[in-house]
């Protein structure tokens, strides 16, 4: 198969994730602050665990003898089997339709990173049943799984793709602040949840923010 200078490797994805779990754990306090106003004060707590379960399980791989597939595979069953939050199931089902999207290829090109957050998106929303306006990590996902769909109808090159992904995702987490929640713990909040960000999209505007930098990082952002 043929790979372009920029298309991402299994190294390139294993540094991704090593970056996702390095902002986790430096936003861990905040995230569990969020969660601790609309839900139970964890989830800066249980990202870091997931992320540090995968960053580990990554770090053991003879990255020559690795194809992407498995670098998304093994990292969705260490989060699932380090994360008891609703977190858990929702981004090992999220790595594990990456993994899916990303099958018999060598290296990822636009298309695929794009078809990869795309099917990342829809694995969470399938799991958790969620839609749009339901204050959660869905919030931030679909926008940005969307606009870089836009992005990449446009013609436009993976950075622009990934920041347009980044841009969106950071205004859908803002964007939860003033909605109900109808789906997890916060759905028992009913009015006393508006005016707060849910902690689940902010983690999935950082996540997306660092994929884009690791990703395409000499793209805008
Ligand atoms: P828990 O709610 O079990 O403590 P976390 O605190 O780790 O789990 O994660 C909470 C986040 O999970 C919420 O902020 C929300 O974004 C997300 N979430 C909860 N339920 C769902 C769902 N059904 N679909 C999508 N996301 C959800
Ligand atoms: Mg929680």
């Given at each position: 198969?043929?790979?372009?200078?920029?298309d991402v490797t299994t190294k390139d994805?294993?540094?991704?994730?090593?970056?996702?779990?390095?902002?986790?754990?430096?936003?861990?306090?905040?995230?569990?602050?969020?969660?601790?106003?609309?839900?139970?004060?964890?989830?800066?707590?249980?990202?870091?665990?997931?992320?540090?379960?995968?960053?580990?399980?990554?770090?053991?791989?003879?990255?020559?003898?690795?194809?992407?597939?498995?670098?998304?595979?093994?990292?969705?069953?260490?989060?699932?089997?380090?994360?008891?939050?609703?977190?858990?199931?929702?981004?090992?089902?999220?790595?594990?339709?990456?993994?899916?999207?990303?099958?018999?290829?060598?290296?990822?090109?636009?298309?695929?990173?794009?078809?990869?957050?795309?099917?990342?998106?829809?694995?969470?929303q399938d799991r958790g049943k969620a839609?749009?306006?339901?204050?959660?990590?869905?919030?931030?996902?679909?926008?940005?799984?969307?606009?870089?769909?836009?992005?990449?109808?446009?013609?436009?090159?993976?950075?622009?793709?990934?920041?347009?992904?980044?841009?969106?995702?950071?205004?859908?987490?803002?964007?939860?602040?003033?909605?109900?929640?109808?789906?997890?713990?916060?759905?028992?909040?009913?009015?006393?949840?508006?005016?707060?960000?849910?902690?689940?999209?902010?983690?999935?505007?950082?996540?997306?923010?660092?994929?884009?930098?690791?990703?395409?990082?000499?793209?805008?952002?």
């Amino acid at each position: 198969m043929s790979t372009g200078m920029s298309d991402v490797t299994t190294k390139d994805l294993i540094a991704m994730f090593d970056a996702i779990g390095a902002m986790i754990e430096a936003n861990k306090g905040h995230l569990s602050e969020l969660d601790g106003v609309i839900g139970d004060a964890d989830h800066g707590v249980t990202m870091n665990i997931g992320f540090s379960a995968v960053t580990e399980a990554l770090a053991a791989l003879d990255t020559s003898a690795t194809e992407p597939t498995a670098v998304f595979n093994i990292a969705a069953k260490s989060f699932l089997n380090a994360v008891g939050a609703s977190s858990g199931p929702l981004y090992a089902t999220a790595f594990m339709r990456a993994g899916a999207a990303v099958k018999g290829k060598a290296s990822l090109d636009r298309e695929a990173v794009v078809e990869t957050i795309g099917a990342m998106a829809k694995g969470i929303q399938d799991r958790g049943k969620a839609t749009r306006g339901e204050k959660t990590m869905v919030d931030a996902w679909l926008p940005g799984a969307e606009a870089a769909e836009a992005a990449r109808d446009a013609g436009q090159p993976l950075e622009a793709c990934l920041a347009a992904a980044a841009a969106a995702a950071a205004a859908g987490a803002e964007s939860t602040k003033a909605m109900l929640a109808t789906k997890g713990r916060a759905s028992r909040l009913g009015e006393r949840a508006i005016g707060h960000v849910d902690p689940g999209a902010a983690s999935a505007a950082l996540i997306l923010a660092t994929i884009a930098r690791t990703l395409a990082p000499e793209g805008p952002l």
